[in-house]
């Protein structure tokens, strides 16, 4: 998968595209580079309107390329190096979570325990 960066590109965009490759995962930007020790984003979420030329003034536009093998350390440094602060997420049932813990394991394998998780099927009764 290539992601073309530009600085008139939405985010809505380019989580578009990552999500296309990748349906059981998602991207969330931030407003700074600032993570705490746990390698959880210090800054604010930003919303899918944002441009990228606001969110980074020194962004470095370009071609970003990312493949099922690619770990989610390995995105997070590739937006990083083009001074974008992005964190992966993976689904569950009901929500989203970071994917920081498990950042060494592959988009593919991550993508594949999304799907797991969020087809679950679960007894509501019991959970009610």
């Known amino acids: ?3 073309l960066l530009t600085k008139d590109m939405l985010v809505r ?9 990748f349906p059981y995962l998602k991207l969330e930007f931030f407003a700074g580079p600032e ?4 390698g959880e ?5 930003l919303p899918d309107h944002f441009r990228l030329g606001n969110l980074a003034r020194e ?4 071609l970003i390329e990312l493949n099922e093998q690619d770990t989610v350390a390995e995105v997070e440094a590739a937006f990083s190096r083009r001074s974008l602060t992005v964190q992966v997420c993976r689904k569950t049932l ?5 994917a920081h813990k498990t950042r060494d394991l592959s988009l593919q ?4 325990k999304g799907r797991v998780a969020s087809e679950a099927l679960y007894d509501y009764e019991v959970l009610l």
Do not use: C, D, Y
């Not at 993570?35 to 746990?38: F, G, Y």
């Not at 962004?59 to 370009?62: A, F, P």
């Open 1 to 3: 998968m290539k992601i």
């Open 13 to 21: 965009e380019v989580k578009t595209a990552f999500r296309s490759g």
């Open 35 to 38: 993570t705490s020790r746990h």
């Open 41 to 45: 984003p210090n800054s604010e979420k």
């Open 59 to 62: 962004l470095r536009e370009g």
């Open 94 to 98: 009901f929500s989203w979570i970071s």
């Open 109 to 112: 394998i991550q993508n594949k």
